[in-house]
Antibody
Framework: EVQLVESGGGLVQPGGSLRLSCVAS????????MKWVRQAPGKGLEWVAN????????YYVDSVKGRFTISRDNAKNSLFLQMISLRAEDTAVYFC????????????WGQGTLVTVSS | DIQMTQSPSSLSASVGDRVTITCRAS??????LAWYQQKPEKAPKSLIY???SLQSGVPSRFSGSGSGTDFTLTISSLQPEDFATYYC?????????FGQGTKVEVK
């Protein structure tokens, strides 16, 4: 069974930093593109970042470029999102997600972790 | 960025109804279009990829069609568990973008 379990969310002050983690199980992690998608309270879904299987390609939505870094550790079946210079508008549930084996859309989602940026 | 516009934003329907949701892209995305279902306080669930391919385990009452700029998600016979919000997403061009969502409510 594919499982994606996020952790690391919490309350942080504006300008602060946070590192999200996602541990994957039930599939060969190193074979898949991985993603982060977020959802602000009461709002729709927003794609945040993608990372290729070997970490050699990374893509970000413009609003987080230069502030967020996606990375992965294939030996530990783990995906990360390092977030710095956090803003109130980064407040959201952050979902870890897997890309499909033959298609880059999402096929599996984690349960999400809430990040709240507030003083 | 490619803008994805869903219509309607919400709809009321009854169990057994045929439901159609439309998603329009501001520029062509070929068939690189996915549909997701989300229930309150839950993670999204993937329904359809490549515009018309069903994800594993998704009931056959769900279907997708379209290419280029115009896409449709159809639920042939609405079931109680289908009341939820539905999102389309294009993944042809970065940044990947979602529609604003369509909420399917009980009539």
């Amino acid at each position: 069974e594919v499982q994606l379990v996020e952790s690391g969310g919490g309350l942080v002050q504006p300008g602060g930093s946070l590192r999200l983690s996602c541990v994957a199980s039930g599939f060969t992690f190193r074979n898949y593109w991985m993603k982060w998608v977020r959802q602000a309270p009461g709002k729709g879904l927003e794609w945040v970042a993608n990372i290729k299987q070997d970490g050699s390609e990374k893509y970000y939505v413009d609003s987080v470029k230069g502030r967020f870094t996606i990375s992965r550790d294939n030996a530990k079946n783990s995906l990360f999102l390092q977030m710095i210079s956090l803003r109130a508008e980064d407040t959201a549930v952050y979902f870890c997600a897997r890309g499909g084996v033959s298609d880059p859309s999402v096929d599996y989602w984690g349960q999400g972790t809430l990040v709240t940026v507030s003083s | 960025d490619i803008q994805m516009t869903q219509s309607p934003s919400s709809l009321s329907a009854s169990v057994g109804d045929r439901v159609t949701i439309t998603c329009r892209a501001s520029q062509g995305v070929s068939t690189l279009l996915a549909w997701y279902q989300q229930k309150p306080e839950k993670a999204p669930k993937s329904l359809i990829y490549a515009a018309s391919s069903l994800q594993s385990g998704v009931p056959s009452r769900f279907s997708g069609s379209g290419s280029g700029t115009d896409f449709t998600l159809t639920i042939s016979s609405l079931q109680p568990e289908d009341f939820a919000t539905y999102y389309c997403q294009q993944y042809n061009t970065y940044p990947y973008t979602f529609g604003q969502g369509t909420k399917v409510e009980v009539k």
